[in-house]
């Protein structure tokens, strides 16, 4: 595996939060704490004219079908963007705290809002109605994700846990005691694997098809995991911690990861809070406190 950098976007003069795809495959979107939503070609030095500013540090990006893009904010809101028009088309305010992801669950067609509250809430991607709202923890919660074939979802929450629900009643099946002190991200592989990471800087992978076993804990960073994605042919898996670094890993957690980090890559200088993989697979975009998006090349 090599990994190379493309490119760095530098323009936003605060941590950057939330990356999103853009409005075609060659653009990407960013934002965080200067409430200032950027466009960028992939390859340019400077964002694209479109820019967004909102009420307060931006959390979280989701765009569907590069047509709408979601903004979730540190004060609980919700703004829905149509992008060929460029107007606001909804604005909702149900949660009282920041919202620290969004994810769209495109086989049942719903979107889950993770907050700093301790709840998520469950909304149809089309019309905005809410399905369900979830109390989960009395502390926050930072990311939710659903499978390949729509019919799980992982909450992770502030308090170690990663709750495991079925996504039709959203009843919980599996609870599991997953991190010290905070499970911050979680991801699904296409074969039945749930990988999450935590605070206590452990990766783990847990075996779906034989009653959520712990197969594999891997101290994997010095510092706290906040981020996990999985390429779209699973064949890579990334990692991303508050210490500064990135890590590429095989689909089976076998073989020694790629470290991106400033000495060997140029990589970022503080905590990397954000990753997207793009559609081709082999390009990686993250973002940090130092202000920058960096994208990443794998071969």
């Known amino acids: 595996m090599i990994c190379s950098q493309e490119n760095q976007l530098k323009a936003h003069s605060a941590s950057l939060y939330a990356l999103a ?59 829905t963007i149509d992008l060929l028009s460029k107007k606001e088309i909804k604005h909702l305010k149900l949660h009282n ?88 991200a979680a991801a699904f592989t296409a074969d039945g694997q749930l990988l999450t990471g935590g605070k206590d800087a452990h990766l783990k992978r847990w075996d779906i098809k034989n009653g959520f076993q712990l197969k594999k804990a891997i101290p994997a960073h010095n510092f706290a995991i906040y981020d996990i994605v999985v390429a779209p042919n699973s064949n890579w898996i990334a990692t991303a911690s508050r210490d500064k670094t990135i890590k590429i890993w095989d689909h089976d957690l076998e073989e020694k990861p790629v470290r991106l980090d400033r000495k060997s890559h140029d990589g970022h200088i503080n905590s990397v809070n954000g990753m997207i993989f793009l559609e081709d697979e082999n390009r990686l975009v993250s973002c940090s406190d130092d202000r920058s998006a960096i994208i990443w090349r794998i071969d």
Not at 117 to 134: F, I, N, R
């Open 97 to 184: 705290k920041g919202i620290f992801h969004l994810h769209h669950d495109t086989v049942n067609h719903r979107i889950y809002s993770s907050s700093a509250d301790g709840t998520v809430s469950v909304w149809d991607a089309e019309s905005w109605e809410l399905l369900w709202h979830l109390q989960c923890t009395d502390q926050k919660v930072r990311r939710t994700t659903t499978n390949p074939d729509g019919s799980l979802a992982a909450i992770c929450c502030g308090d170690g846990r990663c709750l495991v629900l079925e996504t039709q009643q959203h009843r919980i099946i599996q609870e599991l005691d997953a991190h010290a002190d905070s499970c911050n």
């Open 21 to 79: 795809k853009g409005r075609t495959v060659n653009t990407v979107f960013t934002a965080g704490a200067d409430r200032v939503v950027a466009e960028w070609n992939l390859n340019a030095q400077e964002p694209n004219p479109f820019a967004i500013r909102v009420e307060s540090t931006v959390y979280s990006l989701l765009t569907i079908d590069r047509q709408r893009l979601i903004i979730g904010t540190g004060v609980g809101g919700i703004h």
